[in-house]
């Protein structure tokens, strides 16, 4: 579970959220294949095996077949999810925060978005 109370300041001094990073990681990239690497390899290829299973899905006729692509992709989707996990606990992901105006401004937008939807809105 990704602890999003954690906060990091860069070495410029800029609040982030997100943890330092784990020792367990190389501090700098050389030529290896590493921890890091690896994780992010397999990241991706999750990504991508998302993107084929859900670009299958729209198109299946069988049910049967439908319903374990779609077991599939719950699968691969809950791997993608722990990988991101493991490395944003391990330091590798930060996020930048955002001050109250960037999130009024934010609100403020996709409230007049939230007119050109054609359903009901409150």
Sequence with gaps: ???????????FGVQKI???KSPVLPKEKDPSFNLRD??????????????GYTTGSKEILCEKLYT?????????????RYFFEQLFNLGEYQADTAT???IDDALDMFT???????YPHN
Excluded at 68 to 80: T, V, Y
Excluded at 112 to 118: C, D, E, F
Aim: aromatic letters at 4%; glycine letters at 4%.
């Design 18 to 20: 997100g943890k330092d």
């Design 38 to 51: 690896r994780m992010n390899d397999v990241l991706t290829s999750e990504k991508y095996i998302i993107e």
């Design 68 to 80: 374990i692509l779609n077991g599939n992709l719950n699968s691969a989707k809950q791997a993608q």
């Design 100 to 102: 109250q105006q960037q």
């Design 112 to 118: 007049k978005y939230k007119v050109q939807l054609p």
């Design 1 to 11: 579970m990704i602890d999003n109370t954690s906060m990091v300041t860069s070495q």
